[in-house]
């Protein structure tokens, strides 16, 4: 591979970038140094995809070196499978719209504060993600439906012998349930390096923790991975809790489903707009349910109007809202935000506590004034 090849493979090339629809020059914001966390800017969820120059980037470890020739076993059913890329050309290509998000985005807003990575709003994206389905090649592997796991990992290597190895698992129901997919293509290009290539697993509604990137091993057990992150991390309170208590490790259950939850786009908090017509434009997704309504309010939540909605509803996929004004001069505004599922759950003003701060999707509000 040439040496332009492989940046442009790995990072996106800034040529590609500018030709890549909806990208404005915007650039991620970085929450950390090492290992990546990049956070996509407010501006960008304006669309139903994100551009991938700007699509947030998160790893535990860092990436592995860039190896489009890496392969996936798929172990603990009839027949053992080893498979690269161009094994999966055999399967039949499917494509999904689907919500990365990740368990600890939003953490910065929890009150009172909790520790981790203090993630805003920037730690999600959308993308059309092509692959093959799991259930596919499980089958193929001659796995059958049971009560058993999935047990997943990346070719990411802890950093230290005492850290442990980051190991995720699904129940089996969810992992042949045909809506998994083990990706190898994001918004109709081959994934990059950030984004897990050469192949990662997409698990539409549920928490970015389960996307497991740079996959290498599927493999079917009778209890859920091993280690840390899937024993111990990635768990949230079965019952709501007061702010700032501690929870008895038997009193948690993991993270699955995301939440239904709403973020503004625009106008951007402290902007000065000019009087007439203005517009509030954001996304809205339920990890469980299509999106019923969005309302928005531009007195802080004293009234509510009901936003227009644009493009495919799903569980597990966003759609942008949109809301016009009349923007008087000399006013201000307190503008809120607040999403409705298909299954009668409504975005909260201010979302559960939980000790790590995961799933927060409280009312996003920004205030602005009219000159």
Not at 69 to 91: N, Q
Not at 167 to 195: E, I
Not at 226 to 238: D, L, M
Not at 291 to 298: A, D, F, Q
Request: proline fraction near 7%; glycine fraction near 12%; include cysteine.
């Amino acid at each position: 591979m040439r040496r332009r090849e492989f940046l442009a493979s790995a990072l996106g090339s800034t040529v590609a970038a500018r030709a890549t629809p909806g990208w404005a020059g915007d650039t991620l914001l970085r929450q950390l140094d090492s290992p990546d966390a990049l956070g996509t800017p407010l501006s960008q969820f304006d669309q139903l995809l994100t551009p991938v120059p700007v699509f947030f980037v998160r790893s535990h470890f860092g990436a592995p070196a860039l190896d489009r020739r890496r392969r996936l076993k798929v172990e603990g059913g009839a027949r053992p499978l080893d498979l690269g890329v161009d094994d999966l050309k055999a399967f039949r290509q499917t494509t999904v719209t689907a919500v990365l998000q990740c368990a600890g985005n939003g953490r910065s807003l929890q009150q009172p504060r909790v520790p981790g990575l203090q993630w805003g709003h920037g730690a999600m994206g959308q993308a059309e993600w092509r692959g093959v389905r799991l259930v596919d090649v499980l089958e193929k592997a001659g796995v059958k439906p049971g009560n058993g796991h999935l047990r997943l990992q990346g070719a990411d290597r802890a950093p230290a012998p005492t850290v442990p190895a980051y190991l995720r698992s699904l129940p089996l129901s969810r992992a042949l349930d045909g809506s998994v997919l083990v990706a190898t293509h994001m918004n109709g290009a081959p994934l990059t390096l950030s984004h897990g290539a050469p192949m990662r697993l997409v698990v539409p509604g549920w928490s970015g923790n389960h996307w497991i990137k740079w996959l290498v091993s599927l493999r079917v057990q009778a209890e859920e991975a091993e280690g840390f992150y899937q024993r111990t991390g990635y768990k949230f309170p079965r019952m709501p809790i007061a702010p700032g208590t501690a929870v008895k490790p038997e009193d948690m259950a993991s993270l699955t489903e995301l939440a239904v939850k709403s973020v503004i786009a625009r106008p951007a908090d402290g902007t000065k707009l000019a009087a007439g017509k203005q517009e509030v434009v954001g996304v809205a997704f339920s990890g469980a349910a299509i999106i019923k309504t969005v309302e928005v309010s531009l007195d802080g939540g004293g009234s509510w109007n009901t936003a227009r909605l644009q493009g495919a509803p799903g569980a597990g996929r966003w759609q942008v809202f949109r809301h016009k004004f009349d923007a008087r001069s000399g006013a201000s505004h307190r503008i809120r935000a607040r999403a409705s599922d298909g299954n009668g759950r409504q975005q909260p003003e201010s979302p559960q506590w939980n000790p790590s701060g995961y799933l927060w999707n409280g009312w996003h509000t920004v205030e602005v004034t009219v000159i």
